[in-house]
């Protein structure tokens, strides 16, 4: 049986969260590079597919798309405002010393924040805010395709399936980006998904079974698998909507999101990490502040882009954990106070707030 703490989360699921943290602001930290390209190919996916192992579906559709608005899009909404004040003051010094191009003014970032689509370019005060909104539309096009399909999984599957191939469609025909994300929330869909049926089919349970020795081969296999698959597979990016070859971004992605699920199940309990996996949302919203401002010190700076790799990888793993530690501090103070601006809410009688949905 899958281990779950007191507050009803699974430990796993907290481990994965974390690890795959870890890759997405290491991934922020180092914008470039074969390490780089590595992360990209599977850490959004493994975030929709743990999004989706984590999601309960309950009789009123509407009840859960406001439950959701609170818990992802207030976040969302109140960090990237925020965020665009600090970008319209230190943005353009960030944008110098990064040789970034990008609007700083104030209505830019407005229309960029109500727009919801990272494919603007108008979402630069906070690119990773994007991953909210497109999360929110995931789980309602989930919502939609569960009432519909009523319990029949083939039915379920095949709707999924569609709905990619519409997002797929829709970019190949160079259309305008959709607000929040649509066609990048249509192609990343069987991810949520797969993670949904995961956790409800008992498939998490069996695998969480086996020996711990074969977990960790099983991942090991799986990431080395990817890494060297992604190493020669043309680059993903999820803001910029560019998926090169599907067969590959979707076979990348399911090995690293596997293998980082296998991974988290074989490491057994470590409260730390789970801990880290609790504050995922924190993080999110928060870390590009640390991460600019190290960037642009030129001791880092230098550091993070020599021509040395194994140099340049400690340096963007330093700054990576740091960055995650100031955040997880910040967070636990305003959970304390607002604890809504971290997509928890308070019960209305006894227990612990709700956790956050990243």
Not at 62 to 69: E, L, M, P, S, T
Not at 229 to 246: E, G, H, L, Q, V
Request: with cysteine; proline share 5%.
């Amino acid at each position: 049986m899958e281990r779950r703490q007191q507050t009803g989360r699974i430990a796993w699921i907290d481990i994965a969260k974390a690890l795959t943290m870890l890759l997405v602001v290491f991934g922020h930290v180092m914008r470039q590079g074969l390490a780089w390209k590595i992360v990209y190919s599977f850490h959004v996916p493994a975030f929709f597919l743990l999004a989706g192992a984590t999601c309960r579906v309950g009789s009123g559709m509407g009840k859960q798309i406001r439950r959701d608005a609170i818990t992802i899009l207030l976040p969302y909404f109140f960090w990237g405002l925020i965020s665009i004040l600090a970008f319209s003051v230190v943005g353009p010094v960030a944008m110098r010393s990064l040789s970034v191009e990008a609007d700083a003014s104030i209505g830019g970032g407005l229309y960029g924040l109500v727009y919801a689509s990272p494919r603007t370019q108008h979402m630069k005060f906070n690119l990773p805010l994007w991953f909210l909104p497109s999360l929110f539309v995931t789980k309602a096009l989930f919502y939609g395709l569960h009432a519909v399909c009523h319990r029949r999984r083939g039915l379920l599957l095949l709707g999924t399936g569609l709905t990619a191939a519409l997002g797929f469609a829709y970019t190949y025909f160079q259309l305008p980006p959709l607000p929040y994300a649509l066609e990048i929330s249509c192609k990343l869909l069987p991810f949520f998904v797969l993670g949904y049926l995961l956790t409800h089919s008992g498939l998490a349970n069996r695998l969480q079974i086996l020996p711990r020795g074969t977990k960790i081969f099983g991942s090991a296999l799986l990431l080395a698998g990817t890494c060297a698959i992604a190493a020669f597979a043309p680059k993903i990016n999820y803001t910029s909507d560019t998926f090169p070859n599907i067969g590959l971004f979707y076979l990348c992605a399911l090995g690293g999101s596997v293998g980082i699920l296998l991974l988290a199940m074989g490491l057994g309990k470590l409260s730390w990490l789970e801990f880290v996996g609790r504050q995922t949302l924190a993080i999110l919203v928060m870390h590009k502040f640390p991460v600019v401002l190290f960037q642009v010190l030129p001791p880092v700076k230098r550091l993070l882009q020599s021509e040395n790799a194994l140099s340049s990888f400690l340096a963007g793993m330093g700054v990576t954990v740091l960055s995650m530690g100031l955040c997880i501090l910040a967070g636990r103070i305003i959970q304390r106070f607002f604890p809504m601006l971290l997509g928890r809410i308070r019960p209305s009688s006894g227990g612990s707030s709700a956790s956050n949905p990243v």
